[in-house]
């Protein structure tokens, strides 16, 4: 006998077919996972701090629900006495209807209905024997009851009184309150989750309509047994032929909503080894919520770039690290969801390395890197004029003598002998010999965009960039780039480098951004297909993002969290180690950066022959700087040729040439700033 499936609800199907009988079946994909063994003695009772530990958290608890139930026991007690009168009235209901034979009405009303006047003068007669009985009953309770309730109130101590009011009461108001209105409300609230089966998740599946259990072929069935996997719970989903890992990310809604849970306790990922098969991971909470805490790095102890970085936890509150030597490391997300703050984690990890050259550059120019200052060989906040320079100049000086060193270390590398440099790259032992004179480096380049869109040094700076982000790597040279607008600017070549720079990073890492197409401008081109996709993050979720790229793995991190006050605490700490192990180097030592030193009020008076007029305009004062001075202004541009003669006092007026009415300045008022500085000394 065949049993019918047509109409099952869940399927055991060949993935092939029978092989031949005079064939050997061969056996591919055999995948082995060790069993878990739980420990003997849990982890609360191993060890006296464990177990003191155990003990503070069952005392706090105990403590807490004690004083939650102390504070509201005049309502417990108000509560308790009114069911208590309505539980007496509900007892006293049924002993009623219990003397009244209620329950024999029915009989006679059907010995009424078929006129069967025997039957009901027999049922009649017991039951008049029946109550005559029961009030004797009755009579009997209610004369025990007025005694003992004469005896409590005259004869019994008070303790007895009190003892049996408080067994009572409780009893009577028991019967009497409505079921789910409890008198006492719990002092803790265990978290609701959802605990699943195979037939739940066939459920959502079928209702996000990715496969139907009555056509053939179209069933939903499992590559794994459910299984607890951290705080959640995660089973292999084989979808049915013809579908993919896109169809259930584009219903993951339609999944968490057939699961009953949030979206944000969904995760799906790929499975490697079928596009039709996926990995479902549904948390019992929403993980994102819960932050990651403070950074590790508050110990203030010394780190070593050739370990990977803690960064934070991961959705199932695993430990996420990060290993930045080797990689470059890009971070985007739209404002004010902590990218920031992640770039900055990195960099203060390797702060505390005090054998990693740190250049800091920040393109918004706000207080969140300056403090680097401590440390950093090189670094430049925002892109107006300050009393160090031009920003826009030293962020170019420093790529100029990134790109002359990385060129430099691949040749010297190659000519270390194998005992020195076996694999023809960087060692430990060759960046911490100061002899060899290439330590490990750290480029931070916040806002990385605000430097493709500067006019003519843009050419130059994208040029740079791209060339580092490719080649500078595997020199030992890192590149960490955050970004709140990964899609670009503009047109043409600075453009064209903006996007190959961008898709040169080879570690990514993600938080909120407004859309998957952003998300996956970020995560890298296919992220979104694999079930990646940052827009979904919640607005509340600060410092959580995506991490495409540093392993195998594609997380969802939280963060560790380091502000302002501990990013000063970290710095200050690595300034000390640095200072200790002599590695402090650059501007944070004190060196001013190798710029020829100019003065501009008598380079334009030197250059104003060429004039022939009182005023002259920017472009034109540019041009004839850059010509007759290439040492100090090549690649001077009108914006900060305006910018030094403003800080030295010189007026932009409106000069007009050909035609044509422009900013620039008076050959006037340079002189006259030249005299002021005289006078000033």
């Not at 902590?338 to 990195?346: C, E, I, P």
């Not at 700087?625 to 932009?652: F, I, N």
Request: a positive charge.
């Amino acid at each position: 006998m065949t049993a019918d499936t047509s109409h099952a609800t869940s399927f055991e199907v060949d993935l092939d077919e029978e092989p031949e009988p005079t064939r050997e079946p061969v056996y591919v994909d055999i995948t082995t996972r060790d069993h878990e063994r739980r420990p003997v003695i849990p982890a609360a009772l191993r060890g006296t701090s464990n177990m003191k530990a155990a003990a503070r958290r069952a005392a706090g608890r105990a403590g807490h629900t004690l004083a939650y139930h102390v504070v509201r026991l005049p309502r417990y007690v108000v509560l308790a006495a009114f069911w208590a009168v309505v539980g007496a009235g509900r007892l006293a209901g049924r002993q009623v209807r219990w003397w009244w034979v209620a329950e024999q009405s029915t009989l006679r009303q059907e010995a009424a209905t078929r006129n069967d006047p025997a039957t009901w003068l027999a049922l009649h007669r017991e039951a008049r024997a029946t109550r005559l009985w029961r009030a004797t009953v009755l009579g009997a309770e209610l004369l025990g009851i007025i005694v003992v309730g004469l005896v409590l109130a005259l004869v019994a101590p008070g303790w007895v009184q009190v003892l049996t009011m408080a067994v009572t009461v409780p009893l009577l108001a028991r019967v009497g309150r409505p079921v789910g209105r409890p008198i006492m409300s719990a002092a803790v609230v265990t978290p609701r989750f959802r605990k699943l089966t195979a037939d739940i998740v066939l459920r959502a599946y079928y209702a996000a309509r990715l496969g139907d259990p009555v056509k053939p072929g179209q069933e939903i069935t499992f590559g794994s047994t459910m299984a607890r996997d951290g705080n959640g719970s995660r089973v292999v989903v084989d979808l049915p032929y013809g579908r993919g890992l896109d169809d259930a990310v584009k219903a993951r809604g339609a999944i968490a909503s057939g699961l009953d849970v949030a979206v944000s306790q969904v995760f799906i990922t790929r499975d490697p080894t079928s596009h039709r098969r996926h990995v479902l991971w549904v948390a019992d909470v929403d993980p994102l919520a819960v932050p990651a805490g403070r950074t590790p790095l508050l110990r203030l102890r010394q780190t070593d770039i050739w370990e990977p970085a803690p960064f934070g936890l991961d959705e199932r509150g695993g430990k996420v690290l990060l290993g930045l030597l080797w990689n470059s490391v890009m971070i985007g997300a739209i404002p004010r969801q902590g990218k920031t703050f992640s770039a900055r984690a990195l960099a203060l990890y390797a702060a505390l390395d005090p054998y990693v050259q740190l250049t800091v550059f920040d393109g918004k120019g706000s207080p969140d890197w300056r403090k680097f200052a401590l440390v950093a060989d090189r670094c430049g906040f925002g892109l107006a004029m300050t009393r160090d320079g031009d920003p826009v100049e030293l962020f170019l000086e420093a790529l100029r003598e990134i790109k002359a060193d990385v060129q430099d270390r691949y040749q010297r590398l190659s000519e270390l002998p194998a005992s020195v440099c076996p694999e023809g790259k960087l060692t430990r032992e060759i960046a911490r010999d100061p002899k060899y004179r290439m330590p490990v480096r750290l480029v931070v380049i916040d806002e990385f965009q605000e430097y493709f869109d500067l006019g003519e040094p843009s050419k130059e700076i994208a040029s740079l960039l791209v060339f580092l982000v490719k080649v500078a790597p595997a020199a030992g040279v890192i590149v960490l780039g955050a970004t709140q607008k990964p899609s670009g600017i503009g047109t043409g070549a600075v453009a064209q480098q903006f996007t190959a720079f961008r898709d040169n990073f080879a570690v990514r890492f993600s938080l909120r951004t407004g859309s998957w197409q952003v998300s996956d401008l970020v995560l890298g081109s296919g992220a979104y297909s694999e079930g990646y996709d940052s827009s979904t993050l919640l607005p509340a979720y600060k410092g959580v993002g995506i991490l495409r790229g540093a392993t195998d793995a594609t997380p969802t991190v939280r963060t560790y969290l380091a502000d302002q006050e501990d990013a000063e605490r970290i710095l200050t700490a690595a300034r000390a180690l640095r200072e200790r192990a002599g590695t402090l180097t650059g501007e944070a030592a004190g060196e001013s950066a190798a710029r020829q030193a100019r003065d501009v009020l008598a380079d334009v008076v030197k250059v104003w022959s060429h004039v022939g007029r009182p005023g002259v305009q920017w472009p034109a004062l540019a041009e004839l700087l850059a010509a007759h001075l290439p040492e100090g202004y090549a690649g001077a541009t009108p914006e900060s040729v305006s910018a030094l003669l403003r800080a030295e006092g010189v007026t932009s007026v409106d000069v007009k040439a050909s035609g044509v009415v422009l900013k620039g300045c008076k050959l006037a008022d340079v002189e006259t700033a030249i005299h002021r500085r005289q006078l000033t000394g």
